[in-house]
């Protein structure tokens, strides 16, 4: 006789609490609609100011050059510029105002796609909920130039590094804390993998070239 299969609901229910895992449920759905995917939300076991941080992983079965028409016209991911709050701050939002126990924020947004992974990091509080949207728009509008003209697809998208990590010994381990960080951190300098390397070359978004390879820094917060 086969073992009875727990169900995501009751897993999250030993981990949050009734109340949140119901919210989560809800709040999980509608990513999973708004990126045609399957969603996977975890605990982060980072838990600061009185912070519940999560950790998103979004599995997208399409290349991301298949999704860039869909980010374009705003119906992937629900992105729409001209509506305020956005459908995805808005389900954020409900998220948060379901349970009012202890606030919630996105420590990692991973979105897994069929070619590459595109790791989002938390670097100040709420920073991934309030910028997510610019980052995939941005995602967008630089493919051709972190693709080098569409012949190569880094296989990992790291977001964001630190201009402070590109230039150390790969031995260094920065403390960043997340109260110095901006916005605009986000759209500096982004982290590629590809195949052929095992270091990270690192993209600068301004100047829309590789600057440089160096070892990829996690931010240590």
Do not use: R
């Not at 030993?14 to 996977?40: H, P, R, T």
């Not at 009012?100 to 670097?123: M, P, V, W």
């Not at 990270?200 to 160096?214: C, E």
């Amino acid at each position: 006789m086969l073992p009875k299969k727990t169900s995501p609901l009751n897993n999250l229910n030993k981990i949050y609490g009734v109340k949140l895992a119901s919210s989560l449920v809800i709040f999980k759905k509608n990513l999973e609609k708004n990126f045609f995917a399957e969603v996977i939300i975890q605990e982060s076991f980072s838990k600061k100011n009185n912070l519940e941080n999560i950790i998103i992983d979004i599995h997208c079965n399409y290349n991301l050059s298949e999704i860039l028409s869909y980010i374009n016209n705003g119906s992937w991911g629900n992105i729409h510029e001209n509506e305020k709050p956005t459908p995805f701050i808005k389900a954020f939002n409900e998220l948060q105002e379901k349970n009012n126990t202890y606030k919630i924020d996105i420590e990692e947004f991973t979105i897994h796609f069929n070619d590459t992974s595109i790791i989002i990091n938390k670097i100040y509080d709420y920073s991934i909920p309030e910028q997510l949207e610019n980052i995939i728009n941005q995602l967008a509008n630089h493919y051709t130039y972190y693709t080098k003209g569409h012949t190569e697809m880094p296989y990992e998208i790291f977001i964001p590094v630190f201009e402070e990590n590109i230039f150390v010994d790969s031995s260094t381990i920065l403390d960043t804390k997340v109260s110095i960080n901006t916005k605009d951190d986000y759209f500096k300098y982004w982290a590629l993998y590809f195949t052929h390397t095992d270091e990270a070359v690192i993209y600068d978004l301004n100047k829309k070239i590789d600057l440089t390879k160096s070892y990829l820094f996690m931010i240590n917060s």
